[in-house]
């Protein structure tokens, strides 16, 4: 637990609006994030088990020209009041700089002309979950053979600042993912959602259980075949593509390939790509972790790169403004990435595989060469495809590839979304549907 409890998040705001006013700076900003976050699995072993608070109060202050920052975990009024006097001291001793606490969207982001919208974005049900409650849940629901974990994320965050801004919002989310035995073939699934309603962990299990393959075990195909990609495994994909590509990190860096492609045909039409914060079918939340109100943000359009993230350093040197997707003060990320869906329907999408390999999860996946996207991942939950159908089953797969050229060979995109929560979980979600690929070759077994 927190040393000194939990705070509601109205005394939070009070605190703040109080810190705000007694400010001696030109500028005060001030963000308040607490979360506790836990998790629960299945059987006797349970080694994912945990539960974690967590408290993170940021001070942004101008003092003559000078930005100073200092962040902290305290929570008391007189402990924050000497958070705010170490930022002070920091800006004083700083050289000039420019002002960082500037809003993306200027005047019209501000709280008195866009309050937030914060319905749906806290669930009482999944505020209140303690270990036992989702043990019990897991045990209730998993029959023989099935492992699964469940996890939570209940916080408060308030975002206030000196000139004008007010944000405040409880916020949940909650994840799970199920595996439906242990031999090759095995059946996964995973989801994520602000509710425990939508997270609906009935239809986890089911899904999980529709991809499970009978313990007979084939080879893989000899040379270059479709691949068939779940949800799941097509959500890692682009959370790999998006941080080597799309945040303002990979641009400075010189990681991302993008820097010398927007504007350009880069993957396959039917490619489009979108940070949506506002969209339900994902984690929506709406505003930035600086407070900066959200919105959607076409990043790649028929296959056609937009935009990456855009913070201040970006958007000087593209003459573009920067986007409402704060990550820390001085990065910039997409945080709700969609593909959005085709039209194609699990049984159209097996048919465009037909002769292929069914994916149910790629983990770990690790990107060893940035700049040109190439990745090696496991391939798990792998079966053969006949008939436009799920066949057989084939063991663990490992799959050497580059992004560019797998999003660039799209046979069928799905209809059905699953949101599928990265990083911490909170805010982060990516959500994608299933999706079809032509011409996969070097798999090779796991163990060899």
């Known amino acids: 637990m927190f040393p000194d409890g939990p705070v509601p998040l109205a005394e939070i705001v009070t605190r703040l609006e109080r810190l705000l006013a007694g400010s001696p700076a030109d500028a005060t900003e001030i963000s308040w994030l607490e979360v506790r976050r836990g998790q629960e699995s299945n059987g006797k072993r349970r080694r994912d088990t945990y539960e974690l608070h967590e408290r993170t109060v940021l001070f942004r202050v101008r003092e003559s020209g000078r930005t100073g920052l200092h962040r902290t975990s305290v929570s008391t009024l007189s402990d924050l009041e000497n958070a705010l006097r170490d930022a002070l001291a920091q800006a004083r001793l700083s050289p000039p700089s420019p002002d960082l606490l500037a809003i993306p969207g200027g005047d019209a982001a501000l709280a008195p002309a866009a309050p ?15 270990p036992g409650a989702a043990r019990d849940l897991l045990q209730r629901l998993a029959a023989r053979g099935e492992t699964a974990r469940i996890g939570w994320s209940e916080g408060r965050i308030a975002v206030v600042n000196s000139r004008g801004l007010r944000r405040a ?41 529709r991809r499970s393959g009978p313990p007979e075990v084939v080879r893989p195909p000899e040379g270059p075949a479709p691949l068939a990609l779940s949800q799941e495994a097509t959500a890692a994909l682009l959370e790999a593509l998006n941080r080597q590509a799309f945040t303002s990190e990979s641009f400075h860096s010189g990681v991302s390939f993008l820097r010398e492609s927007l504007g350009q045909r880069v993957f396959h039409p039917a490619v489009n790509l979108r940070d949506d914060p506002t969209d339900p079918r994902g984690l929506p939340f709406p505003f930035d972790l600086l407070g900066a109100a959200t919105r959607p943000i076409d990043l790649v359009a028929g296959g056609v790169a937009i935009t990456p993230a855009i913070d201040d350093r970006l958007s000087r040197a593209l003459d573009l403004p920067p986007t ?11 945080t709700h990435l969609f593909l959005l869906p085709g039209k194609s329907t699990e049984a159209e999408l097996f048919r465009a595989a037909d002769g292929g390999i069914w994916v149910a999860a790629l983990e770990p996946l690790e990107v060893y060469d940035p700049q040109d996207l190439r990745f090696r991942a496991v391939a798990r939950g792998v079966r053969r495809i006949d008939g436009g159908a799920l066949g057989r089953s084939l063991p663990d797969l490992i799959w050497e590839d580059d992004l560019k050229r797998v999003l660039s060979r799209v046979l069928a995109v799905g209809s059905e979304l699953v949101p599928i929560a990265t990083g911490a979980g909170l805010f982060r979600a990516t959500t994608a549907p299933m999706l079809a690929v032509a011409d996969v070759g070097g798999l090779r077994f796991a163990l060899d």
């Not at 919208?117 to 303690?130: F, K, N, Q, W, Y």
């Open 116 to 130: 937030a919208d914060t319905r749906g974005v806290c669930d009482p049900e999944l505020a209140r979950m303690t």
């Open 169 to 209: 919002a409880d916020v949940t989310s909650g994840w799970m993912e199920v595996i439906c035995a242990r031999q090759p073939g095995a059946g996964r699934a995973a989801a994520a959602s602000r509710s425990l309603a939508g997270l609906d962990p009935q239809k986890v299990f089911a899904r999980a259980r």
């Open 324 to 334: 409402a997707q704060r990550v820390a003060t001085d990065e910039v990320a997409p």
